[in-house]
C-alpha cells in the first residue's frame, strides 16, 4: 500500500465515522417543529395505509384548512404502539386512543394532554351528544378527548337460520330456550350428514380482559350479574363477586361438559372465530351484532345463490322472565389533544375547529362515505357505491373504509353521514333487525356505573391482577379448576391489590359521582 | 488466551499450548499510538458504533430507579430508588417468574443443549458424505422458520379440534382425546420440543466445524495402534470439540434467564399461563402493554445482571475445572 492510498483510506474511514455521529444525534429532538398549518395525528388502520397525496386526504385537507400527517398503524398493534409512541419524546397532535389505559393516564395526568372538560361546548360538533356516553368518557371526572360513538347496545346471538328451520325449533327467547337449542344443534344432526360432527356454540379464546364486552360478560349479565361493577348492599363490588356470576359460569360449565361448545374454546383464535360457523361446526356465536352481516357476507361468498343462513338474536331473559341485556360502553376510544406542540388556549381553540370542521356533515361524509360524486351517490338516506371499477376510485373507497372512518366521532350511528346501503335483501333486513333489537334491549340494558373512575391502584399494580379473573373464569369453564379453586382465586384478585381498588373504586364514584 | 494463564491454574494438555511470544519492549503509548496510528484510526468506527448503540442507550436503565413519566422526560422523572425492586422481589408474581424461569433454563441445558452434540458426532460417524450433507442441510431449515409459524404448526398438530398428532394419539391409544395446547402439564415439554426442531441442526453446525478440524493423522495412528471406531470416538474426537462445548456453554449460561419471548408469548394461553409466565414476557407485559415502564426496565435489569453473574461464574467455573475459558 502507497502512503498515498492509505492516507485516502484513513481520510474515507474518518469522515464516515464522522457522518455516523451526526447523523445518529442530528435525528433526535428537531424536526418536530410542526407549523401552525399542520398537524400530526395517529390512528387506527384496517387494511392499506392510504397515499397522503390520494384525492381523499386532499379532500379532508381542504375542508379542515390544515396539512394532515396521518400515522397510520395497524389495528392489531394499536395498544401496543400507543404505549410507545406515548413512552417516546414525539406525540402526535391528535391521537386516537384508549383514554382508560394505564400509560394514557399516567401521561395525561403528568400533563401530556389537553383537559378539555368543559371546553367543548362552543363547538357545535364535538359538543357530547349523549350525556351518560360522556360521563362514561371521562377519567376521574375529567375529560380529556372527543369520544368517537358507538352504537349503545350491540350484543346479540347469531344463530344458523337454516338449522333451526331444519330442526323444528324456535329462535330462542329464554336461557333455557337458548340451551335447547344448542343442545339440538349438537345431538340431532342439523347439517344431515349423519354424523354427529357438530356443537351448539363457538367461543374464543378472549384477548380482552375482566368485563371487555366477551361473550362470557353477556351471559354474566343475562343472569343478573353487573356489568364489571354494581351495587350491593350499598356498595360498589366487581361483578364477578356476585352469587349471580357463579351461577352463569356454572351454567356454562354445564354446556362445555356436554360438548355444546367448541372443544378448542381455551385456544381457538378469536381472529379465527368465523372459520367453524362457516364451515358448518358450529351454529351459534354470542358477539357484537355486525358479525351477523360478517357472516351473511361470508356464506354469501361460498355460494351467491344460497346464503340467507343467519339470524340474529337479542338479549335473553331468564325463565322467570326477568332480562338483563349487556350493552356497551357507547364509543369506541376518544381523539386526545396532545399539549406537546399546542401550547396555548388559541392553539388549542384553533385545532379544536379544525377537528370541528371535521366532524361536521361534510366532514362526516367525507370521512365515513367518501366524496360524492366519485365513489358514492346519495340515495335518500342510503349512500350507494358508483364507479368502483376505477381504480383511482377504489383507491377511494378504500381509504374510507379502512382508515379515514376511523378519524370519524360520530358518524357510525348515522349523525350527519350516510348509511351505506346493503345490496341484498337479506342484508337489508339484518340491518334494519339491529335498530329494532337494540331498542328493545336497551329498556333492560345493564351498564357499568364507574366507567370514568379509574382506582389508582389498577393503575400502578393493574400488571398483576388484570389476568387472575378471566384466566379463572377459563379454567373453571374447561374444567382444570373446581368451583372452590374459582372462588379462592377471586379471593387472590382481592389480596393482591383488588381490596385496594375496590375501596378505591368506592371513594372516587362518590367524589365524582359515578 | 493461553499467554495469560495464572500461574497457579492448571496447564491444558500439552498440544494445545502455544509458546507465550517474548515479551516486548516497553515503549511510550505516544509512540506506539503514532506507529499504529491508521490501526487505531481504523479502530474509530467500530468504537463509535459501540459506543452509541449500546453504551449510550444504557443511560436509560436509569429510569429503573425513577418513577419515569415520559412527558416528562428522564430529567424530569423522579429518583424512587430501589422502589421498583423492592416491589418486583416482593410481588406476588416473583417466586412464580423465578421458579417458571429457572425450570426451563435447567429443561433447555438437559434436553437441548446437548442435542446438537449429539446430532454432530452421529453425522461425523457417517461415511456417506451425500448422506451427511443432505441430512444436515435437512435439519437446519426449520431454524429459518419465525417463532409465529412454528407456534401454529404445534396448534395445528396437537390441538384437540383437528390436530393430527392428537388425533393419532386418540385412535393408538384408544384414550380420550387430549388437548395438549391447553393443558398446563404439556406447555413444557411443548416448548422443549419446539426447540429441539427448531434449533438442533442449526446448533450441529459449530461442532461440525470443530470436528472438520481434527487432524486425520490422530486417527490414522490411532487405526495404526489397534483403536477400534469406539476408542477413536472416545480419545480422539471427543477430545476434540470438548473445548468448543466448554465455550458453547459458557455463551449459553449468559441466556439461561432469556426464556425466548416470541416462543413463549405465542404458546401461553388462559389455561398455562401459570407456568408460562417468565421474566421475559412478563416484562413486555408491564412495560409495553401496562405501560409501567419503570417497573419493566428494573425487570428487565435484574434479569441482565442474573446473565452478567452467570457469564462470568461459568467462565470461572470451567476454569477451575482446567478448561480454558472464555475470557
Redesign the interface.
Known sequence: MTILS?RR??VA??S??AL??TA?SGSGDKEQQASSNELTVMAPLFGTAPDPSGELQQAVEKLVGKKLKITWVPNAEY??KT??T????S?PDLMVVNEK????V??AE???FWDLTGKLDKYPNLKPADEQTAKNTTVNGKTYGIYRVRPLLRSGIVIRKDWLAKLGLQEPKTVDDLYAVAKAFTERDPDGNGKKDTYGLIIP?WPGFYASASPYDVVETWFGAPNGWGERNGKLVPGFDTPEFLTAERWLRKWVTEGLV???F??LDSANWNDPFVQGKGGMIIDVNVRATQLLDLFKEKNPKDFDKVTLVGNLSLPDGKKYSYPFTGYNMVIAVSKQHIRTEEQLDQVLQALDKLESKEGSVLLTNGIEGRNFKADGKYAVPINQDDPKVKAIQNDVDKAFIQLGTRASVGMGAYQLKPNDAASRAMREEFDVLMNEDLKTAVFNPVLGVIAPTSI?K???LQ?II??A???YL?G?ITEDQLKAEIKRWYD?GGTQIAKETNELAAKVGG | MATDLAPNQVVPPAAEVKQAPPRKPRRPLGRELLRYRWLYVMLLPGLAYFALFKYLPMYGLTIAFKDYVPFLGYSGSQWVGLEHFRELFTGPDFGRLMFNTLLLALLTIVFVFPAPIVVALMLNELRMKVVKRSVQSLIYIPHFLSWTIVASLTYLLFSVDFGVIAGWVHSLTGGPKVDYVAQAGWFRPLIVLQLLWKQTGWGTIIYLAALAGVDSQLYEAARVDGAGRWRQFWHITLPAIQPTIVVMAILTSGHLMDSGFEQIWLMTTSLNRDVADVFDTFVYYVGITQGSFSYATAVGLFKGVIGVVLIFGSNRLAKRLGQRGLF
Open positions: 492509505r483510506l484513513a474511514v474518518v464516515a465515522t455516523l455521529a445518529c395498544g401496543d404505549n410507545v406515548l413512552a417516546s419524546d406525540i389505559g394505564p400509560s394514557f399516567k401521561a403528568a400533563g401530556a379464546k367448541n372443544p378448542d381455551a385456544t400502578s393493574g400488571q398483576s389476568n378471566p384466566d373464569r377459563i379454567k374447561s382444570a393482591s
